[in-house]
């Protein structure tokens, strides 16, 4: 069955450290894995995503992410947090199932407090 | 753009009555997705549309919840009777398909928070 986990529930970090968010995932075929972060009381915004080719993709805001097919992980890298960056994280792999349909698989989420 | 509308932003009615609430997806995009957020559950992919067609409603709690999409620009998420259960924040996404990953990336709205009493 396809998954995606995102092992920590919460991550803490003082701000000027860089910050990592965990997430690795389960398909039977190429993944497509994105990132979505979820500031209070908004909708999902897109970050990131690996399609293809290099191994470290870079998003919005700073935020970069490494694709690691032997480890089967997509972690979720700053090299330096801000306060701002406080919100809710969640990564997403492609549906591989029946049909061409166009549905995300989504982690429930890892909450990312940066401390000033 | 206006990105995706959803109305109301905020929702409180009583247990048993009939709640509906609307998404406009950005102009172009040909999937829709509705979504449901809770602390318990977390994301919950509930329905989607793709050219104003249900593909999968399989995430469709039970028959008290209804979607539909009279056309490109507009859907709606009825809940009939609403129980306190059904409080959540509801998401409305839309995305447009593209090459290879891009048809994946899906735009959100605001949110509806519903709060049933």
């Known amino acids: 069955a396809q998954s995606v986990a995102q092992p920590e529930d919460q991550v803490n970090v003082a701000e000027g450290n860089p910050l990592t968010v965990k997430c690795t995932y389960s398909?039977?075929?190429?993944?497509?894995l994105f990132w979505y972060v979820q500031y209070p009381n908004r909708g999902l915004q897109f970050l990131l995503k690996?399609?293809?080719?290099d191994n470290l993709v870079k998003g919005s805001y700073g935020f970069e992410a490494e694709f690691n097919k032997s480890q089967t992980s997509f972690h979720l890298k700053k090299p330096s947090a801000l306060v701002s960056d406080s919100a809710l994280y969640f990564c997403?792999?492609?549906?591989?199932?029946?049909?061409?349909?166009?549905?995300?698989?989504w982690g429930l989420g890892t909450s990312l407090a940066v401390n000033p | 753009d206006a990105g995706v509308i959803q109305s109301p932003r905020h929702e409180v009615t009583e247990m048993g009555q009939e709640v509906t609430l609307r998404c406009k997806p950005i102009?172009?995009?040909?999937?829709l997705f509705w979504y449901r957020q809770t602390m318990m559950r977390g994301l919950e992919l509930l329905i989607y549309?793709?050219?104003?067609?249900?593909?999968?409603d399989s995430g469709m709690p039970e028959d008290r919840f209804s979607a539909k999409m009279p056309n490109a620009s507009f859907s709606t998420l009825k809940i009939q009777p609403s129980e306190p259960r059904d409080s959540a924040v509801y998401f409305c996404?839309?995305?447009?398909?593209?090459?290879?990953?891009?048809?994946?990336?899906?735009?959100f709205g605001p949110g509806t928070r519903l709060t049933v009493t």
């Open positions: 996404a839309s995305s447009i398909l593209g090459l290879a990953g891009s048809s994946y990336e899906q735009y």
């Open positions: 102009s172009g995009h040909d999937y």
């Open positions: 549309f793709n050219n104003n067609v249900p593909i999968d």
């Open positions: 398909v039977s075929g190429n993944p497509y």
């Open positions: 690996y399609i293809t080719g």
């Open positions: 997403a792999v492609r549906d591989l199932g029946a049909g061409n349909n166009r549905k995300l698989i």
